[in-house]
Structure formats: structure tokens, C-alpha cells
């Protein structure tokens, strides 16, 4: 289980942006989701939908 998911969002990596899901645990990025992938398991989320 991680401690915060934020669903939803840009995700800028090397090889270009996608829209995705950030996984943090421990205060540190743990993992990079496609939507695709399944629920995520988390403490805490948040919905990055829409403009910053």
C-alpha cells in the first residue's frame, strides 16, 4: 500500500507525457502508473483532473 496516489495527471517522463497515476511512499516517488493499470492501493488520494 502506498501513502498518497494522484490519479489523473500529466506525467512528464523521458520519453514524452502521458496521462497517468504518481504512487508516493515514504515522502518518494514509488511509482509511475499508465490509466490502464488497476486500482492503486493508498492511504490518501488525490484527483489531478483539470488545470493547475
Known amino acids: 500500500m502506498y501513502d498518497l496516489v494522484i490519479e489523473n495527471g500529466a506525467v512528464d517522463i523521458s520519453q514524452g ?4 497515476t504518481l504512487a508516493i511512499k515514504s515522502g518518494k516517488f514509488a511509482a509511475i502508473f499508465s490509466d490502464e493499470a488497476p486500482h492503486v492501493e493508498a492511504r490518501r488520494y488525490i484527483d489531478a483532473t483539470g488545470p493547475l
Do not use: D, P, Q, Y
Request: a neutral charge.
Open 17 to 20: 507525457e502521458f496521462k497517468g
